[in-house]
Each structure stands twice: as structure tokens, then as C-alpha cells.
């Protein structure tokens, strides 16, 4: 139970780091980032060419995998959304543009590592039990919480408290108020990216050390469980996307132990469902008015 | 006349594809013309190709009576799905009819009679190219037809601004559920179509990767007239056969051609003529009011 538990609040924390980036962008932008898991894999990636090609230590490994992928973000936005927000385009033509996107990049991956399920190089990713009680725990994925979590106090802080949070803010509140306020509007959008991207790619990598394991299509069971998230907590709200992601990881863990191993999707998309039409503002969302 | 016939025995089943792809685009096509943004297509294409290869197998349904079967099982769901997402807009129903296809899909994976993962195999292919291109014909005539027609407008009115719409004492509710309803019966039927030419279905060809595929060629397509959509499908069904000598890169290619349509031609591949026009609005910052 208590094993359970853990794995429970470890996948939580994987959900929320992943889908705090989704919602930053969709709470900014109103884009729906379809090229997020792309950005998650990456993360991954970055990491294993870190340690394998350049022979980098695992903990030099996440940071670069970091800016690696908050990199990324902003040269995703440079291409696949900024030309389209430049004409004002609906929110459909950035869905397509990221899928193209994710499209390319998934191949450019496979082409040097292969479409399989490969491993980091063995000895280099930390691997520890601990004993709390008469339960065996992994180490890392304990770690991977502690970091998760401070994570988004760190990113609670620099929406909350930095003169960047309050130009992010106003950008989501309204972009032509914004601008017309003298906030460079183009650089907190490169911002946000940088931030959700480097996030997305971080719930890489860790997911991929705690499993030991990373593929080119890794990030695609987290596309729909981040849309899940997003909505259970509220749309482009982040402290509803962490707590739905908790929600998720916990409901996730029971339905494996309560239900057939078939039916474990079913409760996410379940779920997910279940919330649009009991309450489709979800937990924590405000503005219903307007967009439902 | 052999050169032809060898031509079109090697490319059948890429004609039968794209022609079946075309069907699915005008499905959403439908529902986007009405305003709704729907990803459930994939999973009542599914309920069709299920519904009919099942028909056939275990009752030996004639072929027409068992793809029907499969597009009126779909639309009974599809109305009271459609009832309860009413009230639902923009990316939440994309989402929500994403979660349907999803909760669907494990559905069929967790169902005996459906063969779980394994899906169905041993399909006979009774589908012919003319059932396919004749239902396109019908299909994108009817629906050119429907857009002049007072359900046409009144879909337009609605997709335009839904509140002004109902304030002009159009039936908003029920002119949204038509559309829903009608595109998933079109969607089942083009399933159950496909089932007939695969030979094999099991429950991830209808994932979210083909939902979103119908969607790109739709939008792609272009969604001003009906022939877009059959233009998208074509294009973005013919292109991977087109790129075989690039395998390895075709993803590359598609990608990088999906991105320029969206950002240069942004009502679709049909408006290419209108490329220059298109362009002049933008100047003036109106591509998208046009």
C-alpha cells in the first residue's frame, strides 16, 4: 500500500512537470503545444547524447537536457507558431503546425538512435534502494519527487514574483494591452517557451532514468493524460495542472490495483471525460463564460 | 489500355486509401463547417469497421446491409454523445470527443468479441474501388449542395457566432447534433468501407494519431469548399507513396510540407489559385476574415 502510494505521488510528479509546461503555453498563448511530447522526449535524448557521446556525468546530464530543450521550445515558437501569430491565426493552425513539427523531429531522433526502446550506457544513471519500515523504495524516483516538487515552487515564485511573471501575466491577460504597456511581448513569449520546453524535457529525462529506458515515441502516453490533467484542474490553470496531475498518478495507481490490467487507460480518458460534462471549467478554472 | 490496368492493379489499394481518406475528411469537414471542432471521428470509424466485419462474420450480413449497420450504430451513439458535449466549444469538445475516441478504443481492447489486441483478421475484401469512389461522389455532391441549402447556412451562422445565430431563431442545438450525427454516420461508413480493403483492423488504427491525421486533411485541404478535404486526403495519402525513394526522410518532407501549407496557404491546398489574393489580405491584416 505504501509502495503504492510512492509510485503513486513519483508518476504524479512526472504528470505535473510535464503538463505545467502544457498549461504555461495554453494559459499564454491559448495554443495547444501537440509538439510538448516531442519536447519530453528530447529531454530524454539530450540526456543519453550527454552521457554516452560527450561522456558527461548524469547530474551535468539534467541541466543540459534543461536548456537543451528550453532551447528547443523557443526555436519551436520561431517556427511553427510565430509566423501564425503574426497573421492571427485560429488556435487549429498552431495544433497542425506543432504536429508537423513533431512530425520531423520524431524522425531526425529515429534516424540516429533507432524507433526501439534503448538504455543509457550501463553504471551511468543512478540507481539506489532505501528502506522505509518493511518497504523496499527506489532512491531515484524519491529524488525525482523532492525535485519536482521544488521545481514548481520555483515556478510559482517567478509567475508570482518576478517582473518576468507580471509580463507573462499581462501577456495572458491580454497581448495587445500588453504591448501597448511597453512589455516586449516577443520575448516573454520566448519565455514561456523556454521554461514549459525546459520543464517538458526535464519530466524526460527523469522518467527516463527512473525506468532506465527512453524511446522516440516515449512522449505520447503523456499527451493525453496532460490534456486529462489540464482539464480535471482547469484549463491553463498551473496550480489546477499539478493537483490534477497528483489526482491522475493516484487514480492511475488504484485502477491498476483495483481493475483489470486492460482497463487501465480507461480511468485517465474516463476521467477526462467524466469532468468536461460534470464540470467543465474544471477544479481550480475561472473564465468559464467566455470559453465553454 | 494494359499499361492503365497494370497501373491501377498495382496502385488499388493506394486508391481505395485515398479514396476512403477523402470520405473521412468531408466527415469533419462537416462538423467543422458547422463550427465544431471534433476529434471523435477515428472512433466512430472504428464502431463502423467493427460493426460491419463482425455483421458479416458471425450473421453473414450481405456486404451493403452490414456497412449501413455499422454507420447507424455509430449515429445512435453519436446523438446522445452529441447531446451531452452540446454545450461544449472549441478545443474542450476537440478534447472531449478525444476522450470518447480514447475510452472507446479501450473498449475494443478489453472486449472478447472484438478480439482485444489481437483486433479482427481474415476481413474479406468485398470492397470494390467503385463503392468507395461512387459514395465520394454522392457524398461531397450532397454536401456541395448543402451548402447553399438553409441547413448550409444556418451550419455557417452557427460556426460565424453561435449566439447571433440562435438570436435569428436558428435552431442552434439541433442544426450542431445534425452535423455531429451526420458525420459520424459518414465517418462509420467509410470505416466499414475499410475494413473491407485491410484485411485486418484492431483497435490503435483508430487512435488519436488517426483522428488527428483526419483533421490535418481536412484543414490542409482547405475547408471553404468540399473539395478541399478530398484534396487534402489525396495529398496527404498519395505524398508517403510519392516520397518512398526518401523513406528515411519522409517524415522530414511531410513535416516540413504540412508546416508551409499551414503558414502560407492558411484556408488550405484549395485556395493555391487564391495564393496572391491571400497574400493582399494578409497586408492588410484580413487573411482570416476573407
Known sequence: ?292 | MDAIADFLATYSTTFAIVGINALLALSVWLTLYAGQLTLGNAAFMAIGAYTSALLGRHLGAPFPLALAAGAVAAAALAAPLGLTVFRLRGVYLAIATLAFGEVVRVILLATPITGRGQGLNGIPPKTELWHIYLSLAVVAYVLWRVQGSIAGRAWAAIREDEVAAASQGIAVRRYKLAAFVLGALLAAWAGGLSAHVTFSIDPNDFAFTKAVQILVFAVVGGIPNVLGPVLGATVFTALPELLRPFKDYRDIFQGAILLAVIIYLPRGIVTLAELRKTRRLAEIGAADVA
Do not use: C, K
Not at chain 1, 19 to 43: C, E, K, Q
Open chain 1, 1 to 292: 500500500m505504501f509502495e503504492q502510494l510512492y509510485n503513486a505521488i513519483f508518476i504524479g510528479s512526472i504528470y505535473a512537470l510535464f503538463a505545467v509546461g502544457f498549461a504555461l503555453v495554453f494559459s499564454v498563448l491559448d495554443i495547444l503545444n501537440l509538439a510538448h511530447p516531442t519536447v519530453f522526449m528530447l529531454g530524454a535524448f539530450a540526456a543519453l547524447f550527454a552521457i554516452a557521446t560527450l561522456g558527461l556525468p548524469w547530474w551535468l546530464a539534467v541541466p543540459i537536457a534543461f536548456v537543451a530543450t528550453g532551447l528547443f521550445g523557443i526555436l519551436l515558437d520561431r517556427i511553427a507558431f510565430a509566423p501564425l501569430r503574426r497573421r492571427g491565426a485560429p488556435p487549429l493552425s498552431a495544433m497542425i503546425s506543432s504536429l508537423a513539427v513533431t512530425l520531423a523531429v520524431v524522425r531526425v531522433v529515429e534516424l540516429r538512435y533507432g524507433g526501439d526502446f534503448i538504455t543509457f550506457p550501463a553504471g551511468t544513471v543512478p540507481s539506489f534502494l532505501i528502506h522505509v519500515g518493511g518497504a523496499t523504495l527506489e532512491g531515484v524516483r524519491l529524488a525525482i519527487i523532492g525535485l519536482s516538487i521544488a521545481l514548481m515552487l520555483v515556478l510559482t515564485y517567478l509567475v508570482r514574483g518576478t517582473a518576468l511573471g507580471r509580463e507573462i501575466r499581462a501577456l495572458a491577460e491580454n497581448p495587445r494591452a500588453a504591448r501597448i504597456l511597453g512589455i516586449d511581448v516577443e520575448r516573454a513569449i520566448a519565455a514561456t517557451f523556454f521554461i514549459s520546453s525546459g520543464l517538458g524535457g526535464l519530466a524526460g529525462v527523469l522518467l527516463a532514468f527512473a525506468y532506465n529506458s527512453l524511446d522516440s515515441r516515449m512522449g505520447l502516453p503523456l499527451e493525453l493524460r496532460a490534456f486529462t490533467v489540464m482539464v480535471v484542474g482547469g484549463m491553463g490553470s498551473l496550480p489546477g495542472a499539478v493537483i490534477g496531475a497528483y489526482l491522475l498518478g493516484l487514480g492511475e495507481v488504484a485502477s491498476l490495483v483495483y481493475l483489470p490490467a486492460e482497463l487501465r487507460d480507461a480511468f485517465a480518458f474516463g476521467l477526462l471525460f467524466l469532468v468536461l460534462i460534470a464540470r467543465p471549467q474544471g477544479l481550480l478554472g475561472q473564465r468559464p463564460a467566455d470559453r465553454i
